[in-house]
């Protein structure tokens, strides 16, 4: 699935687990709750460690009909045959990555404000935005936006003629999805609080039942 796979990633999981087995196991269960939009996020394993899952996962999401992005790692990226990339403020520079990956490949980009959209938009397919409220699922975090921020950013953005999609993440919880959506976000990202439940597809149905009920 390529960058035609952006029509319809209204939810994005993004994983949590430090090791294969148990990023496996949690992709597993997020793919039968419906999620079709995957992130393999392994902050603090070594770039062998992410290879490794990553072509694990990337089958993974291949039965399922899933987009696979990899976070940070464009090398990985290219050589597994992901459907793209997540580039955080201090990894490489989206159009850097673009230059090595072409236009086959979803490149999405971490923003905070409508300045840091404004400056990547060019060169992204999508844009996550956060923190919606604190999380500690990240380090180093930056100022939460609430709903607030999302409308403002949003019409700073639009009013632009910015149509890059943005996905808001941070500390979203079932019960916050319709309002962040109201508020100008297109998708919606989810690390802990799906992976942390108890019922891991369970939880995944759920926000994507949320989601729908937008439309």
Not at 7 to 12: D, T
Not at 137 to 148: D, F, M, S, V, W
């Amino acid at each position: 699935m390529e960058r035609e796979a952006l029509s319809h990633f209204g939810l994005q999981y993004i994983t949590n687990g430090a090791d294969t087995e148990s990023v496996v196991c949690e992709v597993g269960h997020v793919l039968r709750g419906g999620c079709r939009w995957v992130q393999l996020r392994m902050k603090e394993a070594t770039e062998e460690e992410v290879r490794e899952t990553a072509r694990t996962v990337k089958q993974m999401c291949d039965e399922a009909g899933a987009t696979f992005i990899v976070d940070d790692h464009v090398g990985v990226c290219k050589e597994v045959g992901a459907s793209g990339v997540h580039l955080g403020k201090n990894d490489m520079a989206p159009a850097e990555a673009r230059k090595i990956l072409g236009d086959k490949y979803i490149i999405g980009g971490t923003c905070n404000t409508a300045a840091d959209i404004i400056a990547i938009a060019d060169a992204v397919d999508y844009v996550g935005v956060g923190p919606y409220r604190f999380t500690t699922t990240k380090k180093n975090l930056a100022p939460t936006l609430g709903l607030e921020g999302y409308r403002e950013i949003a019409w700073e953005v639009r009013s632009r003629g910015i149509n890059t999609p943005i996905v808001a993440i941070g500390g979203i919880r079932r019960e916050d999805v319709r309002e962040i959506l109201q508020a100008g976000a297109n998708g919606i990202a989810v690390s802990g609080a799906i992976g942390k439940a108890e019922d891991v597809a369970e939880a995944t149905a759920e926000f994507i039942s949320e989601i729908e009920r937008r439309e």
